[in-house]
């Protein structure tokens, strides 16, 4: 099984991230879905509100990637019926981070692996992020982080040398975007758009949706620098 995750890691084509600001937090993501080297769809949003209070992305199988979107919401709506009391954003990570260690040890034709971001707001007016890696473990982000998506390493690189502890939501959404920009430009498991989300005590805004178009120019030729000039016909 380990062999088998490592090997799914890598085939995870997408960038998702997460950035802890001192007013909130920031989610993004591209907008590309592969199957192997083929672009199977250019317009699919991976971070996404799944209610008043909570953002999720993921890295992995799509369609487990959807249906534990659909689970998770489900989930804590009961759990919020029964309780009469909203569930914090670490009791959300933990459902999702135990769902998913259940899913990849159960016996199955094709396994479930899935690596999760969750940010959200409590009712105390607190902000978090969660990492949910692959394996089950739920862990809290105190700075940023990518999970185990293709576009992880281009991703990291550039938040190490530009993340500051200190930085505002509105910084943090501009680094998020060159972020997704970097990765899109070497990685080709991610590309075509741009989602961006913030989540503060006032709430949740998706305060970036982007399209990335190809455009085509004729290239002009250089004019000559040998001394001669070009024939003229």
Known sequence: MDQELKNS????????????????????????????NLIMNKNVQKAVKINDYLVI????????????KK?????LRLKELKSRSRPTVREAA????????????????????????LGGFNE???TELYTIEPAGTAMKVEDY???FGSGMPFVLGLLERQYKKDMSVDEGVKLAVEAIKSSTQRDIGSGNGIDVFTITKNGINH???????????????????????DDKK
Do not use: W
């Open 9 to 36: 890691i890598l085939k995870t084509g997408t960038t998702i991230l997460g950035i802890v600001c001192k007013d909130g937090v920031v989610m993004a993501s591209d907008r590309r879905s592969t199957a192997g």
């Open 57 to 68: 992305s993921g890295t992995g199988n799509a369609s487990d990637i959807e249906m534990q």
């Open 71 to 75: 689970i998770i919401s489900a989930q």
């Open 94 to 117: 933990n459902l999702i981070g135990t769902m998913t260690y259940q899913n990849i040890r159960q016996p199955s034709m094709i396994a479930s692996i899935v690596g999760s971001l």
């Open 124 to 126: 105390n007016g607190t």
């Open 145 to 147: 982080d990518a999970n």
């Open 207 to 229: 305060v970036i949706e982007q399209e990335i178009f190809p455009e085509y120019k004729d290239k002009k030729a250089s004019p000559r620098t040998d001394g001669f000039k």
